[in-house]
């Protein structure tokens, strides 16, 4: 299997592209530790990889929390002995989300601390664990609209992935050499609770999404998180610093 025994921690397992990572992984053989702050939907994930014969954990953690994400990755060493990959999954997006000049700054610093704390803080506690394995991966998730802008805008999720993507590329220069590789996804709009919720409520927004994308449709997580297995697996030793821009064609459509 290509993830044969690789201990891989999943934040944000409990739902969407999170909860498909962790079933996904496991199947390829990887032991998954599944982080999320809910613990019924996290429990619920391991169950289910579990019953599906797969190896598996559950740690509630909020990423934006330093005494969560260090004891998130305590938990993953001491249950499984090792740290061979982080998927940086858990994020968020508040309605309240919006333009510069109509954000509340309480928004803006939830987005942040969430979003660009939480990927800090799964890298500041797991990163020395595999410099001294000598190996691992980090598997960081942005979006397209880290490279785009956008007429409806969402200017704090914007700001907090291109936060992301910068924190990637200072990573991979930082400790490829010590065999610890990091990488990025940033994958359009998907199927899952996220957007799903918010764009069900308005047809106008889901209509706007899909015409700007030429594959016609709206991206399925296991769409991005057979990439995610790839960066976790060794077949990827090579790639480092890279953003995998999977969004059915969003990003190179001029009309
Ligand atoms: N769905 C999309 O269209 C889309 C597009 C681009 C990028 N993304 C990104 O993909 C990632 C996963 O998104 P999704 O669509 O699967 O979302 P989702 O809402 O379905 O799942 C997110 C999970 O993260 C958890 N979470 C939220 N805050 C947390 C915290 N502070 N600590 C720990 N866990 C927390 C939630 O409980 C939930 O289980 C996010 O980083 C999101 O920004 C999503």
């Given at each position: 299997m290509r993830l044969d025994d690789k201990v891989t921690i999943i934040t944000?397992?409990?739902?969407?592209m999170g909860k498909t990572a962790a079933e996904l992984f496991a199947r390829e053989g990887a032991r998954v530790v599944v982080s999320d702050v809910s613990e019924a939907a996290g429990e619920s994930v391991v169950a289910s990889v579990k019953a599906a014969g797969g190896q598996a954990t559950f740690i509630r953690a909020d990423v934006s929390k330093e005494d969560d994400a260090r004891g998130m990755v305590q938990h993953a060493i001491a249950t499984f002995?090792?740290?061979?990959?982080?998927?940086?999954n858990a994020g968020i997006m508040p309605?309240?989300?919006?333009?510069v000049i109509d954000t509340d700054v309480d928004t803006w610093d939830k987005v942040m601390a969430v979003n660009v704390r939480g990927v800090f803080l799964g890298c500041k506690y797991a990163i020395p664990q595999m410099l001294e394995q000598g190996s691992g991966s980090i598997i960081n998730i942005a979006s397209f609209v880290a490279i785009l802008g956008c007429s409806v805008p969402q200017d704090a999720y914007t700001a907090s992935k291109g936060a992301v993507l910068a924190l990637t590329r200072s990573l991979a220069v930082q400790f490829a050499g010590r065999g610890v590789r990091t990488n990025a996804i940033s994958p359009g709009p998907i199927e899952t609770p996220l957007l799903m919720d918010w764009l069900l409520k308005d047809e106008a927004a889901k209509a706007l999404r899909l015409n700007r994308n030429p594959s016609g449709r709206f991206g399925k997580p296991e769409e991005i998180v057979s990439v995610g297995v790839y960066l976790a697996?060794?077949?990827?030793?090579?790639?480092?610093g890279a953003n995998f821009v999977i969004d059915g064609g969003i990003t190179v459509n001029y009309f």
């Amino acid at each position: 299997m290509r993830l044969d025994d690789k201990v891989t921690i999943i934040t944000g397992g409990g739902s969407g592209m999170g909860k498909t990572a962790a079933e996904l992984f496991a199947r390829e053989g990887a032991r998954v530790v599944v982080s999320d702050v809910s613990e019924a939907a996290g429990e619920s994930v391991v169950a289910s990889v579990k019953a599906a014969g797969g190896q598996a954990t559950f740690i509630r953690a909020d990423v934006s929390k330093e005494d969560d994400a260090r004891g998130m990755v305590q938990h993953a060493i001491a249950t499984f002995g090792r740290v061979d990959a982080l998927y940086n999954n858990a994020g968020i997006m508040p309605e309240a989300d919006h333009s510069v000049i109509d954000t509340d700054v309480d928004t803006w610093d939830k987005v942040m601390a969430v979003n660009v704390r939480g990927v800090f803080l799964g890298c500041k506690y797991a990163i020395p664990q595999m410099l001294e394995q000598g190996s691992g991966s980090i598997i960081n998730i942005a979006s397209f609209v880290a490279i785009l802008g956008c007429s409806v805008p969402q200017d704090a999720y914007t700001a907090s992935k291109g936060a992301v993507l910068a924190l990637t590329r200072s990573l991979a220069v930082q400790f490829a050499g010590r065999g610890v590789r990091t990488n990025a996804i940033s994958p359009g709009p998907i199927e899952t609770p996220l957007l799903m919720d918010w764009l069900l409520k308005d047809e106008a927004a889901k209509a706007l999404r899909l015409n700007r994308n030429p594959s016609g449709r709206f991206g399925k997580p296991e769409e991005i998180v057979s990439v995610g297995v790839y960066l976790a697996s060794d077949e990827s030793r090579w790639t480092n610093g890279a953003n995998f821009v999977i969004d059915g064609g969003i990003t190179v459509n001029y009309f």
